[in-house]
């Protein structure tokens, strides 16, 4: 009898370990309400996320000790590329043991993992394909260049590399739903990397042009129609100045030029991101984005890695790859606004999954997450020495003890601010009040008062009721006006406080040179904490 039990034991927790799966909730991006989440295990998560740097997946042992670095600096997730080459080095023979001991490195440090699939194409190149489909251009066709040298980059037309593609990303799907369905450690996975066309705006092989001179298919011609006035601006201009047509070819429906040449590649590409996507979901259905290369100003398609999946291409990438859930832009400039607002437009939900690791990235993180509700940040070479470690625990560390706040929506409004250079004012409008954040360096007493340039500072503000708000961040100060001008706003109380575990604990009662006397709340620059405020109002006129 015991031996019959215990010959049962593993189908017993095959059949547990299904039923499990089944009530277990996938990893899902509610899009639905004010608020986009990422949801795991059922539960809102914010990604408070770091991207290794290309080569460090590739050698458990270089990375080993750093894991606890990452850990020490309040990350929660690890992007983590998967490299093709590794994966797949004879076709149909797969290894998965360094996917598994990343999985297994991240559940020891109680962290998520976010997979980055090296697949086709990394930075417009194809670098990480395998050796066996490189070095048989007959089968995966390689794209010329202007001059019509075969440079190693994968034509987007090759039907063989699609389907080799395909098989590879279903399979690294397959691995980790069979082994991580239920703990759920992957969250996300990056479909390609940064693909776009260089340096040409399209591919200008012989199939290429032929394709180029059939007309435009009525995929995206079905979205023109059924999204004409949602379409981005900048786009709707372009197709309405060639006569907003709606049949023909790309260069009838777009005008001649580069920037048509770079929506045909465009459309072609996100067709191609689409179906590796697929053939991932339909093996294990995860969250799935890809990331874009932003171009330098007043560089032109083909100068800039062209076609991917850009702001002014949003409309074509959102037709052509309707599986893929996120356009998520990488950042290695400093207009942090002005590309985030052109990504959160269209319905498309803002991740950061690549941010320039320096000093300013800490309180890109606060603006990012406050004000675009995005479902996580993460600065590049994450587990590099770099002066943006220590700004950037700190700030991870208050997003952490807030992370509850945040994500059950604990808030009336949350916003986020970010005084760079050009900025040294943010005025937010939330409930009855007028909140007025200037950088800290504005006060003739800051440490950088009399400095001439002054460091990139954020914040974080959550009002959690009509007369309080929580403020976290470094270099601000904030002054609070009603917005009824019957009426003066002054500070009942402020509070340094932390969370631990959602429990709140007070710290020092931040009056008289704390709050100006009464004046505003403040973070002196280099100085990173919480503040709960709760306001009182009076009548504006005195009558005696
Ligand atoms: C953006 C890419 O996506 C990353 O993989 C990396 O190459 C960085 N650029 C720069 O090093």
Known sequence: MKQRIVCLLPALLLVLSTISAQHNPGVQIKKSGEYPQLLVNGKPFLILGGELGNSSASSMEYLKPRWSHLKEMHLNTVLVPVYWELMEPEENRFDFSLVDSMIGEARNHDMKIVLLWFGSWKNSMSCYAPLWMKANPKRFPRTPDSSGRSQEIFSVFGKETLAADKKAFAALLRHIKATDEIKQTVVMVQVENEIGMLPTAREMSASADKIFNANVPAGLL???????????????????????????????????????????????????ANEVTLAGKAVYDLPMYVNAALPRPGKLPGQYPSAGPLPHLMDVWQAGAPAIDLLSPDFYNPDTKYWCDLYARNGNILFVPEMQFDKAAAAKAFFIIGHYKALGFSPFSIESDNSGSLPLAKTYDLLQQLTPMITNKQWLNMEGVLLDKPNKKTVLKMGQYQLVVTHDATLSWSPEAKDSVWSTTGGIILQTAPDEFIVAGTGLVVTFENTDKDFVTNIAKADEVSYINGTETKGRRMNGDQDHQGRHIRFAVGDWGIQKVTLYNSPAKIDN
């Open 222 to 272: 079905d979205y023109f129609k059924e999204n004409k006035n949602r379409l981005v601006p900048e786009f709707r201009q372009k197709w309405e100045a060639a006569g907003a047509k709606l049949s023909g070819k790309w260069n009838d429906i777009f005008g001649e030029g580069v920037a048509t040449d770079e929506i045909f590649q465009a459309w072609h590409y996100a067709r191609y």
